[in-house]
């Protein structure tokens, strides 16, 4: 695992961090998932790079190569984030 991941693991109980979703702001680049209907050939690839434009309560607008996706922040992810299969491998932490 590199070091860089350390800092989103829980020392308790092994798990990962949540995204605190208040930091990512408006400018910041963020990986999301797309519906697999939106990916089109690209199937084989669910995940997107883009940046946050505009936060709509839940919904992100993000700018991917002069396309604006609206992504529900539960599939936004920050891009120094562990991959979303880690938190399916290891588990999130529940702490607190
Ligand atoms: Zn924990």
């Not at 963020?30 to 919904?59: M, Q, S, T």
């Not at 993000?62 to 491998?89: F, S, T």
């Amino acid at each position: 695992m590199d070091s860089w991941m350390s800092k989103w693991k829980c020392k308790k109980c092994k798990g990962y961090r949540n995204i605190d979703y208040e930091k990512i702001e408006i400018g910041t680049n963020v990986y999301f998932l797309v519906a697999r209907r939106e990916v089109g050939e690209e199937r084989k690839k669910p995940y997107k790079n883009g940046v946050v434009v505009k936060k709509n309560g839940d919904l992100f607008h993000i700018e991917c190569r002069d396309k604006i996706y609206k992504i529900n922040k539960a599939r936004v992810y920050p891009m120094d984030a562990p991959d979303p299969l880690v938190y399916n491998m290891f588990g999130e932490c529940l702490c607190e």
